[in-house]
C-alpha cells in the first residue's frame, strides 16, 4: 500500500493541475490544438500505464515459470476463458455509455450505472459456481470445479469499483487511472508470487488476482476525485443505459468469441500443458495488441465525439493523423515482435517453454489485418451506433471462430492461424461499410497498412520458418 500512496502522490500534481481536464470535466469548448495536446497526453499515459501493466505480467510470468509448472499456467487459462465469457456475454455497455451519453457526468444517470453494475457482477459469481462443474466436465479437468468460485469472487468486488474511472475516461484524465492500474497489479502480482512459493499450487494465481481487484476497489476509491456512487434506480437513466447497451450486450458476446475462441477449441486439440505453453507465447505476442486495443477505446471515441469525420474535412483530417500514426505504430510493434519472437522465449523462459518462440511469431502476424480496421468502430460509438458496431464483431466472431476450427481440423495449429488472419480480412469489407456509414473510411490508410503488413509478414515468416514448422507438432 505504501507504494500505492506514492504513486498516488506523485501523479496528484498532474491531475490537479490540469487545465484542459478541468475545461473538459466543466464543459467548455476545446480547440484543434488542446485537444490534439490531450490525445496526446492521454496517448502517452497509456502506452506507459499498458507497457508497465505488460511489464508486471511478463515479470510475473517469468517467476511464475519457475516456481509452478506449465499445466498452472494452462489451468488459469481455462479459468479465465470462464470468467472473461460470463463477463462479456454479460456486458451492457456502462463503461462506453458514460464515455458517450450527454448525461455521462449526471450523478442519477451515474448512480443508476452503478447500481446496474453492482447487480450484474453479484449475478456473475452465482453463474460461475453453477458452470464450475460443466466447465471441469468440458474440458476433463476436474480442478476447475474447484478453482472457479474461488476466482469469481474477482467479479463480485469489480461490481463495486465506482464509475468515476469511467468519467476520468470520458475526459481523457488518465494519469490517476494509470496508477491506480500499475498499482493494484503490482500489489496483486506481490501476493501471486508470495502465496505460491508458500504453497506451490495453482491456487495462488486465483487468490493473488482477488486480492489485486480489492486493492483496485480501494485505490479507486480513495484517489479517484468526485462523489461516492448511491444506489439509484432512475428510469430515464435506466432506459437509456439499456437501450445502447442492447447491441453492446450482444458485441462483446461477440468479442468473447473474438478474444477466447482459440482457447476453447485448443482446449479440446492439446494437452492441459500444450495450453500452458500455448497461453506464455499468445501473451507475449498480444502484449502491444494490448496496448493498442486500450489506446484505441480510451482516445477514438472521445476523439470522434468531438471531431466527427463525417462532419467537415477538418475533422477527417484530425482523425485521419491520428489512424495513420495509431496503426503504423501498432504494426510495426507486430512485425517486430514476429521477427524477434523466437529470440525473446528463448532468452527469457526455460526449455520447457521453447514451443511458445513460435506461437509468438504465428500470434503476432494473425493479428495484423484486425488491426488496420480496428479505428473505424470509433464513428460509429461515438454516434451512439452500437448496433453496427454489433453487427461487425458478429461478422469477425462467426468468421473467426468458423475459419480457426477448420483450420485445426485440416491443418493443426498452422491452419488455425491461417483461418484466424483469413477471417479478419474477409471481415474488413463489413468494416468499410460501417466506416463508409459514418463517413470516416480511409481507403489511403487501408492500403499504406495493408502493404506494410504483407512487407512485414513475409519478411518473418522467412526468418523463422522453422519455428513456425515446429506447430505442427502441438495438436495431439
Given at each position: 500500500m505504501?507504494?500505492a500512496?506514492?504513486?498516488?502522490?506523485?501523479?496528484?500534481p498532474?491531475?490537479?493541475?490540469s487545465?484542459l481536464?478541468a475545461?473538459a470535466?466543466?464543459?467548455e469548448?476545446?480547440?484543434?490544438?488542446?485537444?490534439t495536446e490531450?490525445?496526446?497526453?492521454?496517448?502517452?499515459?497509456?502506452?506507459g500505464?499498458?507497457?508497465g501493466?505488460?511489464?508486471?505480467?511478463?515479470?510475473g510470468?517469468l517467476?511464475?515459470?519457475?516456481?509452478?509448472f506449465?499445466?498452472a499456467f494452462g489451468?488459469?487459462?481455462?479459468?479465465?476463458?470462464?470468467?472473461?465469457?460470463v463477463?462479456?456475454?454479460?456486458?451492457i455497455?456502462?463503461a462506453?455509455?458514460?464515455q458517450?451519453s450527454?448525461?455521462?457526468d449526471?450523478?442519477d444517470f451515474?448512480d443508476t450505472a452503478?447500481?446496474l453494475q453492482?447487480i450484474?457482477?453479484?449475478?456473475l459469481w452465482v453463474?460461475?459456481?453453477?458452470?464450475?462443474w460443466?466447465?471441469?466436465?468440458?474440458f476433463?479437468?476436474?480442478?476447475?470445479?474447484?478453482?472457479?468460485?474461488v476466482?469469481?469472487l474477482?467479479?463480485?468486488?469489480?461490481?463495486?469499483?465506482p464509475?468515476?474511472?469511467?468519467?476520468?475516461?470520458?475526459?481523457?484524465?488518465?494519469?490517476?487511472l494509470?496508477?491506480i492500474d500499475?498499482?493494484s497489479?503490482?500489489?496483486?502480482?506481490i501476493?501471486i508470487?508470495?502465496?505460491?512459493l508458500i504453497?506451490r499450487?495453482v491456487?495462488a494465481?486465483?487468490i493473488?488476482?482477488v486480492f489485486g481487484?480489492f486493492?483496485?476497489?480501494?485505490?479507486?476509491?480513495r484517489?479517484?476525485p468526485?462523489?461516492r456512487n448511491?444506489?439509484r434506480?432512475?428510469?430515464?437513466?435506466?432506459?437509456?443505459?439499456?437501450?445502447?447497451?442492447?447491441?453492446?450486450?450482444?458485441?462483446?458476446a461477440c468479442?468473447f468469441?473474438?478474444s477466447?475462441?482459440?482457447?476453447?477449441?485448443?482446449?479440446?486439440?492439446?494437452?492441459?500443458?500444450g495450453i500452458?505453453?500455448?497461453?506464455?507465447?499468445?501473451?507475449?505476442?498480444?502484449?502491444?495488441?494490448?496496448?493498442?486495443i486500450?489506446?484505441n477505446?480510451r482516445?477514438?471515441?472521445p476523439?470522434?465525439r468531438?471531431?466527427p469525420?463525417g462532419?467537415?474535412?477538418?475533422?477527417f483530417r484530425?482523425v485521419?493523423?491520428?489512424?495513420?500514426?495509431?496503426?503504423f505504430?501498432a504494426l510495426?510493434c507486430?512485425?517486430?515482435?514476429a521477427l524477434?519472437?523466437?529470440t525473446?522465449i528463448?532468452?527469457?523462459?526455460?526449455?520447457?517453454?521453447l514451443?511458445?518462440?513460435g506461437v509468438?511469431?504465428?500470434?503476432?502476424l494473425?493479428?495484423?489485418?484486425y488491426?488496420?480496421?480496428?479505428?473505424y468502430?470509433?464513428?460509429?460509438?461515438?454516434?451512439?451506433d452500437?448496433?453496427a458496431v454489433?453487427?461487425?464483431?458478429?461478422t469477425?466472431?462467426?468468421l473467426?471462430t468458423?475459419?480457426?476450427?477448420?483450420g485445426?481440423e485440416?491443418?493443426?495449429?498452422q491452419?488455425?492461424f491461417?483461418?484466424?488472419?483469413?477471417?479478419?480480412?474477409?471481415s474488413?469489407?463489413v468494416?468499410?461499410?460501417?466506416?463508409?456509414k459514418?463517413?470516416?473510411?480511409?481507403?489511403?490508410h487501408d492500403a499504406?497498412?495493408l502493404?506494410?503488413?504483407?512487407?512485414?509478414?513475409?519478411l518473418?515468416?522467412?526468418?523463422n520458418?522453422?519455428?513456425?514448422?515446429m506447430?505442427?507438432n502441438?495438436?495431439?
Open positions: 505504501r507504494f500512496r506514492r504513486a498516488m502522490r506523485f501523479l496528484a498532474v491531475r490537479s493541475s487545465a481536464g475545461a470535466m466543466s464543459g469548448p476545446t480547440t484543434p490544438g488542446k485537444i490531450r490525445l496526446a497526453s492521454g496517448a502517452l499515459l497509456t502506452i500505464g499498458h507497457f501493466g505488460q511489464m508486471i505480467r511478463l515479470i510470468n517467476i511464475l515459470s519457475r516456481i509452478l506449465p499445466e489451468l488459469m487459462t481455462l479459468v479465465t476463458v470462464v470468467l472473461v465469457g463477463a462479456m456475454f454479460s456486458d455497455g456502462i462506453p455509455s458514460i458517450q450527454k448525461r455521462g449526471d450523478p451515474l452503478w447500481t453492482l450484474r457482477f453479484s449475478s453463474v460461475c459456481c453453477i458452470l464450475a460443466p466447465a471441469g466436465a468440458f476433463n479437468e476436474p480442478m476447475l470445479t474447484q478453482l472457479l468460485p476466482a469469481a474477482s467479479l463480485v468486488i469489480a461490481g463495486f469499483l464509475t468515476r474511472i469511467h468519467t476520468a475516461s470520458r475526459h481523457l484524465l488518465i494519469g490517476r494509470t496508477a500499475l498499482a497489479q503490482a500489489i496483486g502480482l501476493a508470487i508470495v502465496l505460491a504453497t499450487s491456487w494465481m486465483p493473488g488476482n481487484v486493492i483496485k476497489l480501494i485505490l479507486a476509491d484517489y479517484l468526485g462523489a448511491r444506489f434506480w432512475e428510469k430515464e437513466a435506466r432506459h437509456e443505459l439499456v437501450h445502447f447497451g442492447k447491441w453492446i450486450f450482444l458485441s462483446t468479442s468469441l473474438l477466447q475462441s482459440d482457447k476453447i477449441i485448443l482446449g479440446k486439440f492439446i494437452s492441459i500443458e500452458g505453453i500455448y497461453n506464455v507465447g499468445f501473451f507475449m505476442a498480444t502484449a502491444p495488441m494490448a496496448i493498442a486500450a489506446i477505446s482516445l477514438t471515441l476523439l470522434c468531438d471531431h469525420p462532419q467537415s474535412a477538418d475533422n484530425v485521419r493523423r491520428f489512424r495513420f500514426r495509431f496503426s505504430a510495426s507486430q512485425i517486430v515482435l524477434l519472437g523466437v525473446i528463448d532468452i527469457l523462459y526455460d526449455d520447457r517453454f514451443a511458445s518462440g509468438v511469431v504465428a500470434v503476432a494473425m493479428n495484423l489485418p488491426i488496420i480496421g480496428i479505428t468502430e470509433g464513428p460509429a460509438l461515438a454516434a451512439a452500437s448496433r454489433f453487427m461487425l464483431n458478429l469477425r466472431a462467426v473467426q468458423g475459419l480457426f476450427l477448420a485445426v485440416l491443418g493443426g495449429l491452419g488455425a491461417i483461418g484466424y488472419a483469413l477471417a479478419h480480412l474477409l474488413h469489407g468494416v468499410i461499410h460501417v466506416a463508409r459514418h463517413k470516416a473510411w480511409d481507403p489511403l499504406v497498412m502493404l506494410l503488413s504483407i512487407g512485414g509478414a513475409a518473418a515468416l522467412w526468418v520458418s522453422g519455428a513456425i514448422l506447430l505442427s502441438f495438436v495431439r
